[in-house]
């Protein structure tokens, strides 16, 4: 199934999932992180998010994107190139940015790093096919 590259804007992470072996999917779990940890460092992240622009960052408007997802040159420059290697459009950069910053506030830094930039991207792989 072919989805429109506008349709395609709108959605913020593309993750393909394989299907597990039934082997695995019987074997002893406890490896993964616990539900609880993972719901409390989400709403630490949402609060965090509100305090600093009383906001999630996937509701941030445009216009607030710079004073709350500010970039160094080294972000800029690497952002810009993926955007014009990916053909991302205005949304689609925008997106990338606020998944960016999600990212970033998961991990509890103050700042955006090259590092969020590449997953945020990673997360947009669908965009260099189009």
């Given at each position: 199934?072919?989805?429109?590259?506008?349709l395609l804007d709108r959605i913020d992470l593309h993750v393909p999932v394989q299907r597990l072996p039934a082997g695995d999917l019987l074997?002893?779990?406890?490896?993964?992180?616990?539900?609880?940890?993972?719901?409390?460092?989400?709403?630490?992240c949402?609060?965090?998010?509100?305090?600093?622009?009383?906001?999630?960052?996937?509701?941030?408007?445009?216009?607030?994107?710079?004073?709350?997802?500010?970039?160094?040159s080294s972000q800029r420059k690497?952002?810009?190139?993926?955007?014009?290697?990916m053909r991302l459009s205005g949304r689609g950069l925008h997106r990338?940015?606020?998944v960016a910053?999600?990212?970033a506030d998961l991990e509890a830094a103050g700042s955006i790093e090259n590092r969020h930039i590449a997953e945020a991207l990673a997360y947009r792989g669908?965009?260099?096919?189009?």
């Open positions: 199934m072919r989805i429109s590259g506008p074997q002893a779990q406890g490896t993964g992180e616990a539900s609880r940890a993972v719901r409390d460092r989400v709403l630490s949402r609060a965090q998010q509100e305090r600093r622009q009383g906001c999630a960052n996937a509701q941030l408007e445009p216009r607030m994107l710079a004073a709350n997802c500010p970039l160094g690497r952002l810009e190139s993926a955007a014009t290697r990338t940015l606020r910053r999600t990212i669908h965009d260099v096919s189009r």
